[in-house]
């Protein structure tokens, strides 16, 4: 259970609503030392997925409808069903319990060895009213393969244990998940996942809750798409994105316990074309320092509509020279990865009220465009080095400086300046920048004492 803050309107008073998950269920209190066991990818890595995929109940190129069953099994590197090869399997009303070890993680993570339940092989699905427990570190519900589609509907999943992913998709699977709560104790295990190559996983009407250190709600590898996702990620973002990857989410409520509100970052060299957008959805990060929005070595557009950012930190959005390691506890730097490079992000805000910093590291880059009844109270700076920092307005978006700042491309639709209220702050503005010739090069007097000073 978590507890989530709804602003009335009309009284303007703050209610809580409390979200039930499965740890209501089974205390996650039961099974600290499952959820303290640290995965370990030091194993051998098989390019290609192995033949026999072990499971106790198999079902192979065939179509099987079961009702009213339980499932279970307790043997490692063991899944508890597998449907391969052109099979299509229907479950409803199914409780499965699945314990037992994996012994090589990277056969899970990329096979979906261990998982209580595997798709593979152009494999279709269909699930309701599953109950998935799994101990030990397991998936609840993998699928692998291009032609391979599960659809898991009104589900309790229940995981602890390492790499317990909710809904877990490779090979370029594809998940349909809708009513399902999740909840996972361990550590990198994330609601809903993708992995390499890709996975795609479209989700609505759920409830997420994640605990450990390195578990999202949300590992987009592929694709995320996410309608009406309530969920609480302790120890972890909203969502992790390693690369050139996509994740939408709309009237999503999500609150996020360590490194931001959305992790993303490329973890080897800088890739280019990552996509968020989020839509009529509200992310808020609990951390001391944690910002709403994090990017590090990547090169990425975002876009936010009527999307709210709630920072105890009071930083919207962070662009480092960096990325997230393995261990997903840390900002890691150069020492981590010598090919690392600036973040360059460009954010798109329509229909938003945001309030808080923008902040760029050792040449890193933020474009900040508001538009459409858009409104930005904050700051923008340096975190360490060289900052690269622009902001563009429109005529019907205005910005309330909380600090002197200093911007590359600085254009306002209003050329007058007005839509700006200074609070007595200025603006420094590189009168050489490619798109600030309007300006003239002339200081500008700003409502509310200050100025928009050439630099
Ligand atoms: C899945 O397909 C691969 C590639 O064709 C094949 O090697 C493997 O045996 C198949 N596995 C199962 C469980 O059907
Ligand atoms: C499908 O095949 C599996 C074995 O692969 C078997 O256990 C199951 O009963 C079959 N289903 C049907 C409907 O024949
Ligand atoms: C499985 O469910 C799907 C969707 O409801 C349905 O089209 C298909 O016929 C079902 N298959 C079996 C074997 O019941
Ligand atoms: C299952 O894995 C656990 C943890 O690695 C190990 O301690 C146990 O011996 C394994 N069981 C079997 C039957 O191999
Ligand atoms: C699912 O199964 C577990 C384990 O048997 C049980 O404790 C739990 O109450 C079940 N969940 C629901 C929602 O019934
Ligand atoms: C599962 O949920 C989806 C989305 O709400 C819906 O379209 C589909 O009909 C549902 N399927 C079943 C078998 O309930
Ligand atoms: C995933 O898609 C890629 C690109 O289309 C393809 O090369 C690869 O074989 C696919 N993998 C699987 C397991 O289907
Ligand atoms: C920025 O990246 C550096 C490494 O380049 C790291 O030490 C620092 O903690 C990061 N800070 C943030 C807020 O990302
Ligand atoms: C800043 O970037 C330079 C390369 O331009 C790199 O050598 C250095 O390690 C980075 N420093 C930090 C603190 O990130
Ligand atoms: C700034 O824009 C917001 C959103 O359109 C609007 O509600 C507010 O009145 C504007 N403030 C000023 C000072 O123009
Ligand atoms: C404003 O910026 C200055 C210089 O960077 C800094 O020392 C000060 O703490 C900032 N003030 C606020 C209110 O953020
Ligand atoms: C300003 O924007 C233009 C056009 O996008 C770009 O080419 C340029 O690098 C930006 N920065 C500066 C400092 O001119």
Redo the contacts with the bound molecule.
């Keep these: 259970m978590f507890l989530f803050c709804i602003l009335s309107l009309t009284s303007v008073a703050l209610a809580k609503v409390s979200v039930s998950d499965p740890s209501d269920i089974i205390s996650p209190a039961l099974w600290t030392a499952d959820n303290a066991i640290v995965p370990n990818y030091n194993v051998p890595f098989v390019s290609v997925q192995p033949e026999a995929l072990p499971a106790a109940y198999e079902f192979y190129d065939n179509s099987t409808s079961i009702s009213h069953q339980s499932f279970s099994t307790t043997l490692n590197d063991t899944s508890v069903i597998l449907a391969a090869d052109h099979a299509e399997l229907n479950l409803s009303f199914v409780d499965i319990q699945k314990s037992g070890y994996a012994s090589n993680l990277l056969w899970s993570s990329f096979y979906g060895f261990n998982a209580a339940v595997n798709i593979a092989n152009a494999s279709t699905a269909h699930f309701d009213n599953l109950n998935i427990t799994v101990h030990n570190g397991a998936a609840n519900v993998y699928v692998y393969g291009t032609d391979s589609v599960v659809h898991v509907n009104n589900s309790w999943l229940y995981s602890s244990g390492p790499v317990s992913h909710g809904v877990y998709a490779s090979g370029n699977g594809t998940a349909y998940v809708s009513n399902v709560q999740h909840f996972s104790g361990g550590k990198r295990s994330s609601s809903f996942s993708g992995d390499s190559p890709a996975g795609y996983i479209h989700v609505s009407d759920s409830v997420a809750h994640t605990i450990g250190i390195g578990s999202a709600t949300f590992y987009a590898l592929g694709g995320i798409y996410a309608n009406n996702v309530v969920a609480l990620s302790e120890n972890g973002p909203t969502i992790f994105m390693d690369g050139t990857q996509e994740a939408y989410l709309t009237n999503c409520e999500t609150t996020a316990g360590l490194l931001g509100g959305v992790a993303i970052f490329s973890s080897q060299i800088r890739t280019s074309g990552a996509i968020l957008s989020l839509k009529s959805s509200k992310i808020t990060t609990l951390g001391a ?1 944690m ?1 709403g929005l ?1 990017f ?1 070595n990547t090169i990425i557009d975002v876009s936010l509509y009527d999307t709210q950012l709630v920072t105890a930190s009071g930083i919207l959005v ?1 662009a ?3 990325q997230i390691t393995q261990d997903f506890d ?5 020492l981590d990865n010598a090919n ?1 490079l600036p973040a360059l992000v460009s954010v798109d805000v329509k229909e938003s009220t945001l309030t808080g910093d923008l ?1 760029a ?2 040449s890193s880059l933020i474009s900040w465009n508001l538009s459409s009844h858009s409104s930005w109270t904050g700051a923008a700076y340096s ?2 080095g060289q900052a690269y920092l622009d902001v563009h307005l429109d005529l019907t978006s205005n910005w309330t400086l909380t600090n002197t700042t200093s911007l590359q491309n600085f254009t306002d639709a209003d050329t007058t300046l007005s839509n700006i209220d200074s609070q007595g702050f200025d603006i420094y503005y590189n009168a050489s920048a490619s798109l600030n010739g309007y300006l003239g090069g002339k200081t500008i007097a700003l409502v509310g004492g200050g100025k928009a000073i050439p630099a």
Excluded at 330 to 334: E, F, I, K, P, T
């Design positions: 320092t910002p994090w590090g962070v480092n020279y960096s840390y900002y890691a730097s150069y690392l902040v590291y050792n975190g360490y």
